[in-house]
């Protein structure tokens, strides 16, 4: 069974810095050959796309957030990271980690980001 698991949410003030981190184990997911992405969905709003990165470590961001995160990889790991600096508090969502595309059976619970102002 593949599992997506997302951890390192929080609370932070404005301008404060987090770390997520998205591990991934199950035999059936070959995280080496897959696209990984970060999306978040804040109250009340539809899930948005973040950031992504692809197997040759290519990385795509959401204009929203270009500048402040930094999205990485470790296939030794099967872990995908955000970095998030300069945090706002429209930032305030629970992140969560999929393919690129996701696909439904991917989703997780989530690790919830707060940024107070």
């Known amino acids: 069974q593949v599992q997506l698991v997302e951890s390192g949410g929080g609370l932070v003030q404005a301008g404060g810095s987090l770390r997520l981190s998205c591990a991934a184990s199950g035999s059936a997911f070959s995280f080496r050959v897959n696209d990984m992405g970060w999306y978040r969905q804040a109250p009340g709003k539809q899930r948005d796309f973040v950031a992504a990165?692809?197997?040759?470590?290519?990385?795509k961001y959401a204009d929203s957030v270009k500048g402040r995160f930094t999205i990485s990889r470790d296939n030794a790991k099967s872990t995908v990271y955000l970095q998030m600096n300069s945090l706002k508090p429209d930032d305030t969502a629970v992140y969560y980690c999929n393919s690129v595309p996701p696909a439904n059976r991917y989703w997780g619970q989530g690790t919830q980001v707060t940024v107070s102002s």
């Open positions: 990165i692809d197997r040759d470590g290519r990385t």
